[in-house]
């Protein structure tokens, strides 16, 4: 198993069979995200980016913690006490999503209990969200006055549509993973119990696939639902055309001849 250093221990990172699981850690805050966190995630996503062998991401909690309860609110008075600080605050929390829905890899949320205002915002930023039967979710930044800037409302908007963004600010009411589900937010709705190892059999699956592949469906779905940060028509173009001309292209149409289980390389 590989393993990724983070500048924070909040934020663990363990790669094994093409898998980067990245684990929220902040037990003492119930996996509230705080700036060092928010700073550490595309610092993260960087280095993930790099590793070949790092072919899917799958963001959770750590082992029997919830996915994020949103923003440390201890640091409202301190980090965000003031305009100039909250915009700070406000940057940090944009790049993070950006990082997550950036990265050419395939990025799982994997959500179980609190998914909570950035939370929704970092799940939002995901390629598939996945969650547990038992997950709850909210945007309570009514109940806190706390401003969401165009950049980081974009990914809620794209996820759930302009009604149910306005609906969950509004109210600041919490909605069942069955209703997240309802409302688009959700890709797949899984028991409680076995949830980790059928999420982690989901990301095996994906991680066995070709790697250019992905990158370029990842890039066109992203450009055909004019997500957030979406590439170019031409960028697009660009990276299934690589696929054509790529070594694993060569390898499927074998494996596919031979019929045995095709080994790409990601070249």
Known sequence: ????????????????????RVLIDNP?????????????????????EALEEARVVVLAGAPLLPFCSGADISEFSTVRATAEGGRAYEKSNVEAFDALAQLS????????????????????????????????????????????????????????????????????????????????FLGRLLPAQGFDLEVDAIARQIALNAPLTLRAAKAAIRAASNAPHAPSPDQCEALAAACFDS????EGRMAFLEKREPKFSGR
């Not at 198993?1 to 980067?20: C, D, K």
């Not at 070594?247 to 060569?250: K, N």
């Open 28 to 48: 003492t805050r119930k996996n509230a995200f705080d700036f060092s966190m928010w700073r550490a995630l595309p610092e993260i996503m960087g280095e993930i």
């Open 1 to 20: 198993m590989t393993s990724i250093v983070s500048s924070t221990p909040r934020i663990r990172v363990e790669i094994a069979h093409g898998v980067a």
């Open 105 to 184: 890899k395939p990025v799982i949320a994997a959500i179980s209990g609190f998914c909570m205002g950035g939370g929704m915002g970092l799940a939002a930023a995901c390629d598939l969200r996945i969650a547990s039967e038992d997950s709850v979710f909210a945007i309570p930044a009514g109940r806190l006055g706390v401003g969401y800037p165009p950049a980081a409302m974009h990914y809620v908007v794209a996820a759930v549509g302009p009604q149910t963004a306005m609906d969950l600010f509004f109210t600041a009411r919490r909605i069942s993973a069955r209703e997240a589900a309802q409302c688009g």
């Open 247 to 250: 070594a694993d292209y060569a």
